[in-house]
């Protein structure tokens, strides 16, 4: 059965609400009508009563006053601003996330909070240089054969990690650089403007993996020159599974990292 004219499903939710405002003018109508009838059965049939004739004029009245209250607040509402009467769907904005090549194994998925107290002592004191690290005096050496990150400042260590690298490069001694090899690729690079903060979990792509709370994106790129999406990142259960190819810390170490590394910093990885 058709909804308005031809129309026979409502496909969202402005229609819905249109559909039923348009519904219930109709029977608005349908009411005022009846009532207008009832008020003049009143009036006529009632002559030899008084009292008869007064209660129909009240039915006819009221009926005529509330289908004149109706639209007049129809059109108070649209002078005052046509918006207010033009029914239409919500606005939701569309946002972007670039997708990452070479994330970790797209079957992990969900986000387990890090629990209170669980910070990694390698990294727990970077804390103190919040504000005080950037691209001039930092510099991260990842070594993959070690599976260590190390966080140096003006020459001197302040910081280490455990990590994992590409699931197959587990020796850490293969060298990497084509999109999809699965290899952590070794090199000189920096921490690119792709980085990402979620306490609910960061996501590869629309339907891709979970990275844990952050991702500081490296200036990695393929055989074609293109982004590869290489990065550091967490995980979604905490742990240290290997990778697709990027660099994969303890959840509260990545946070650690979020809040220290600034984009532009030099990150060096290594056999």
Not at 56 to 63: D, F, P, Q, V
Request: proline letters at 4%; charged letters at 15%.
């Amino acid at each position: 059965m058709p909804l308005i004219g031809s129309q026979t499903s409502i496909s969202s939710p402005g229609e819905l609400v249109k559909t039923i405002f348009i519904y219930g003018l109709g029977m608005v109508g349908i009411v005022a009508l009846f009532s207008i009838a009832f008020g003049g059965f009143h009036y006529i049939f009632g002559s030899a009563s008084e009292t008869a004739k007064t209660e129909g004029k009240k039915w006819i009245y009221g009926a005529i006053a509330g289908i004149v209250l109706l639209f007049s607040s129809y059109l108070i509402l649209k002078t005052i601003s046509p918006d207010l009467v033009s029914l239409k769907d919500p606005h939701l904005e569309v946002i972007f996330i670039p997708k990452t090549v070479d994330n970790y194994i797209p079957s992990e998925v969900g986000y387990r909070t890090p629990v209170i107290g669980s910070i990694s002592s390698t990294l727990q004191n970077l804390s103190q240089y919040q504000g005080q690290l950037n691209a001039g005096n930092t510099q991260v050496i990842i070594d993959k054969s070690d599976h260590a990150m190390y966080i140096y400042k003006d020459g001197q260590l302040i910081g280490q990690a455990p990590i994992n690298i590409g699931t197959n490069d587990q020796s850490g001694t293969q060298i990497g650089g084509v999109s999809g090899d699965k290899i952590t690729p070794v090199g000189d690079f920096t921490i690119t403007n792709d980085v990402r903060y979620n306490a609910g979990g960061v996501y590869s792509g629309q339907y891709g993996s979970n990275m844990g709370p952050a991702f500081l994106g490296l200036s990695a790129t393929d055989q074609n020159g293109s982004y590869r999406g290489i990065g550091i990142h967490g995980s979604s259960d905490d742990s240290l599974g290997s990778t697709y190819g990027c660099i994969r810390v303890q959840n509260a170490d990545i946070i650690s990292l979020y809040h220290t590394l600034q984009p532009g910093t030099a990150v060096k990885i290594r056999n």
